[in-house]
């Protein structure tokens, strides 16, 4: 491929600036959390905080812990419950002779797409129904539920992958299906299985909607409280950048790191990047 | 799919036929015979997942026929398709359906264009080892969570200590009032979606132009084809599918587009940003009127069923090229 500098430079300008868009606004709010409340509301704006002003964060995470807590606690939980439901249903949907697998698969699938808003006021009466309304486990329910299909959808195209001749060599050797899974299957494919348990913990940890209306006061996940700051009193923007930060942070570091993985991700596993 | 596991699909009938296989052999014994076994591995899923989304969506139905407060569920009282028709004279709902409506078109649209922008740039800066740093942060967007999307579009468009008011005055222009006003409102929206959906679109085009042979485009060079005849004969038709894709994922998004506008605009000023799950949300939690939310939820389910029965034929056909 033969190109002039100058077309070179162009390219490269444009995607500088394409990413600048994109970082920028989360980078400003971010030097707002090193700002003081005075700072934060300075017209004109100060451009660079002193960045070992840090009591944004101390004052935040001193109050908000149990919400930190809550969220971490939820979202792990929620990892957990989904991986542990996803990986048989998908080892047997791949792998083993099951009835129906087709329709079974694609009816998960199309659970991918239904939007939760529409399951909302159901699944409020259905917790509130059984006494768990309010509770940590009905979000981790929840969320597993919602999170569920996309685990088994992807662990599937993994499991895939495992050789047939090793699956039929275990078989042969007297291993019950149950070894397979957990003996041949998920140490094969464990970098997958890392992979699915890490976009669910994300799609977890970033989830909003549900708590809203599954937590109380108690049992505020962070975005919740995060969505309180901004109300109709005083809006303290300099706590609010830190929040924003803590809240942002495991996103980051996941498009950081698993960037190769993200197209695959977010189409479930159809388009290869 | 069957060049990839021969196993799975057999029944019965393909007994026969693997029999006939030397190698294969033991396959009856070795692949089957575990009913017991494979329900335990599959029922147990497909029961929670049976609770927790598809009770809930039939559910919906059948609270939408009647008339039910959310603080009163005993006293329901059956009401046909009365929620229905009220919904169709209630002016938020029918704002809700339009705004819902042209968010998508508009969103889409411009995500779809500037997608395939960026993507070409990125396409065309692909050998160098550095443009991965540059994808990463451009991507971050996409990943944060949305809550935190809508709470720094707060930040940034605040009228008065907004970023962008500033610059726009630095640069001699006049503020802008942003989420204040009936027809900024709908703009900010549009900026905030795009800004953040961009780069899901753009990294999906330019996963598909990845995949475009090598030989074909020096192929075509050779035989000197310029870069338009390039762009329009065989990249664009390339990754027209993958654009597809793109854009019926991108609708099932905009279906549950619902973080952002809570916590920016909450459909006003008026109706003009009122979409279609902020109005159920509202319905069933802060008027408590569960019927007509279950109605406007239905209305979602129904345009997600739509879109989902494309989406799942068009990531079928894509996953198995």
Same mark, same amino acid.
């Given at each position: 491929m033969?190109?002039?500098r100058?077309?070179?430079?162009?390219?490269?300008?444009?995607?500088?600036?394409?990413?600048?868009?994109?970082?920028?606004?989360?980078?400003?709010?971010a030097?707002?959390?090193?700002?003081?409340?005075?700072?934060?509301i300075?017209?004109?704006?100060?451009?660079?905080?002193?960045?070992?002003?840090?009591?944004?964060?101390?004052?935040?995470?001193?109050?908000?812990?149990?919400?930190?807590?809550n969220s971490?606690?939820?979202?792990?939980?929620?990892?957990?419950?989904a991986?542990i439901?996803?990986?048989?249903?998908?080892?047997?949907?791949?792998?083993?002779?099951v009835?129906?697998?087709?329709?079974?698969a694609?009816?998960?699938?199309?659970?991918?797409?239904?939007?939760?808003?529409?399951?909302?006021?159901?699944?409020?009466i259905?917790?509130?129904?059984?006494?768990?309304l309010?509770?940590?486990?009905?979000?981790?329910?929840?969320?597993?539920?919602?999170?569920l299909?996309?685990?088994?959808?992807?662990?599937?195209?993994?499991?895939?992958?495992?050789?047939?001749e090793?699956?039929?060599?275990?078989?042969?050797e007297?291993?019950?299906?149950?070894?397979?899974?957990t003996?041949?299957?998920?140490?094969?494919?464990?970098?997958?299985?890392?992979?699915?348990?890490?976009?669910v913990?994300?799609?977890?940890?970033n989830?909003?909607?549900l708590?809203?209306?599954?937590?109380?006061r108690?049992?505020?996940?962070?975005p919740?409280?995060?969505?309180?700051f901004?109300?109709?009193?005083?809006?303290y923007?300099?706590?609010i950048?830190?929040?924003?930060?803590?809240?942002?942070?495991?996103?980051?570091?996941?498009a950081?790191?698993?960037?190769?993985?993200?197209?695959?991700?977010m189409?479930?596993?159809?388009v290869k990047? | 799919?069957?060049?990839?596991?021969?196993?799975?699909?057999?029944?019965?009938?393909?007994?026969?036929?693997?029999?006939?296989?030397?190698m294969?052999?033991?396959?009856?014994?070795?692949?089957?015979?575990?009913r017991?076994q494979?329900?335990?591995f599959?029922?147990?899923?497909?029961?929670?997942?049976?609770?927790?989304?598809?009770?809930?969506?039939?559910y919906?139905?059948w609270?939408?026929?009647?008339?039910?407060?959310?603080?009163?569920?005993?006293?329901?009282?059956?009401?046909?398709?009365?929620?229905?028709?009220?919904?169709?004279t209630?002016q938020?709902?029918?704002?809700?359906?339009?705004?819902?409506?042209?968010?998508?078109?508009?969103?889409?649209?411009?995500?779809?264009?500037?997608?395939?922008?960026?993507?070409k740039v990125?396409?065309?800066?692909?050998?160098r080892?550095?443009?991965n740093?540059?994808?990463?942060?451009?991507?971050?967007?996409?990943?944060?969570t949305p809550?935190?999307?809508?709470?720094?579009?707060?930040?940034?468009?605040?009228?008065?200590?907004?970023?962008i008011?500033?610059?726009l005055?630095?640069a001699?222009?006049?503020?802008?009032?942003?989420?204040?006003?009936?027809?900024?409102?709908r703009?900010s929206?549009?900026?905030?979606?795009?800004?953040?959906?961009?780069?899901?679109?753009?990294?999906?085009i330019?996963?598909?132009?990845?995949?475009?042979?090598?030989?074909?485009?020096?192929?075509?060079?050779?035989?000197?084809?310029?870069?338009?005849?390039?762009?329009?004969?065989i990249? =664009?038709p /390339?990754?027209?599918p993958?654009?597809?894709?793109a854009v #019926? %994922? +991108?609708? *099932? &998004?905009?279906?549950?587009?619902?973080?952002?506008?809570?916590?920016?605009?909450?459909?006003?000023?008026?109706?003009?940003?009122?979409?279609?799950?902020?109005f159920t949300y509202q319905?069933?939690?802060?008027y408590?009127?569960v019927?007509?939310?279950?109605a406007?939820?239905v209305v979602?389910? =129904?345009? /997600?069923?739509?879109?989902?029965?494309?989406?799942?034929? #068009? %990531? +079928?056909? *894509? &996953?198995?090229?």
């Amino acid at each position: 491929m033969r190109r002039s500098r100058i077309s070179d430079v162009a390219l490269l300008a444009a995607a500088l600036f394409f990413t600048l868009i994109s970082i920028a606004p989360l980078l400003w709010m971010a030097l707002g959390a090193f700002k003081t409340t005075a700072e934060m509301i300075a017209i004109p704006p100060v451009w660079v905080p002193d960045f070992t002003y840090w009591s944004n964060f101390a004052t935040l995470f001193t109050k908000y812990w149990p919400n930190i807590a809550n969220s971490l606690i939820v979202t792990l939980g929620a990892t957990l419950l989904a991986m542990i439901l996803a990986l048989p249903a998908a080892f047997a949907l791949s792998t083993m002779r099951v009835r129906g697998r087709n329709a079974i698969a694609d009816w998960i699938l199309s659970t991918r797409m239904m939007p939760p808003i529409a399951a909302a006021a159901p699944l409020f009466i259905l917790f509130s129904a059984v006494g768990l309304l309010g509770s940590l486990p009905a979000m981790v329910l929840a969320y597993a539920g919602f999170n569920l299909p996309f685990a088994i959808w992807v662990s599937m195209s993994f499991f895939r992958q495992v050789p047939k001749e090793l699956i039929e060599a275990a078989r042969l050797e007297g291993c019950s299906w149950f070894q397979v899974l957990t003996r041949v299957a998920i140490p094969l494919s464990l970098s997958g299985i890392a992979t699915v348990a890490t976009f669910v913990f994300i799609f977890a940890w970033n989830e909003f909607m549900l708590a809203l209306f599954l937590s109380n006061r108690g049992s505020q996940t962070f975005p919740v409280v995060i969505s309180s700051f901004i109300g109709t009193g005083r809006i303290y923007w300099d706590y609010i950048a830190a929040a924003t930060v803590i809240q942002c942070l495991p996103p980051v570091l996941f498009a950081v790191f698993m960037q190769r993985h993200i197209v695959s991700g977010m189409t479930m596993g159809a388009v290869k990047d | 799919m069957s060049s990839i596991d021969p196993f799975v699909e057999r029944g019965p009938k393909a007994t026969a036929l693997s029999a006939s296989a030397p190698m294969r052999r033991h396959q009856p014994r070795l692949w089957s015979g575990d009913r017991f076994q494979t329900g335990l591995f599959l029922w147990p899923t497909c029961l929670f997942l049976l609770v927790l989304t598809l009770f809930p969506f039939i559910y919906s139905v059948w609270l939408s026929l009647h008339f039910v407060r959310l603080t009163a569920l005993h006293r329901k009282v059956w009401a046909g398709l009365d929620n229905y028709a009220s919904l169709l004279t209630d002016q938020m709902f029918l704002a809700a359906l339009r705004n819902t409506a042209l968010l998508a078109v508009s969103s889409i649209t411009v995500e779809v264009v500037l997608g395939f922008a960026v993507a070409k740039v990125f396409y065309e800066l692909a050998s160098r080892k550095w443009v991965n740093g540059l994808r990463s942060a451009y991507l971050v967007p996409m990943m944060i969570t949305p809550i935190s999307v809508g709470v720094i579009a707060n930040y940034v468009f605040n009228p008065q200590l907004g970023v962008i008011n500033q610059l726009l005055g630095a640069a001699g222009g006049s503020p802008v009032p942003w989420f204040g006003d009936p027809v900024w409102a709908r703009i900010s929206i549009l900026l905030i979606s795009v800004w953040q959906w961009t780069p899901f679109v753009a990294m999906l085009i330019l996963a598909g132009l990845m995949s475009i042979r090598k030989d074909i485009l020096e192929a075509a060079r050779v035989d000197g084809a310029r870069w338009w005849h390039i762009l329009f004969r065989i990249e =664009i038709p /390339s990754v027209l599918p993958i654009i597809m894709l793109a854009v #019926i %994922l +991108r609708l *099932i &998004e905009v279906l549950r587009y619902f973080d952002v506008i809570y916590i920016t605009t909450r459909g006003g000023p008026g109706d003009r940003t009122m979409v279609l799950t902020l109005f159920t949300y509202q319905q069933d939690f802060q008027y408590f009127q569960v019927g007509t939310g279950s109605a406007a939820a239905v209305v979602i389910l =129904i345009l /997600s069923i739509i879109v989902t029965t494309f989406a799942v034929r #068009i %990531l +079928r056909r *894509i &996953e198995n090229a």
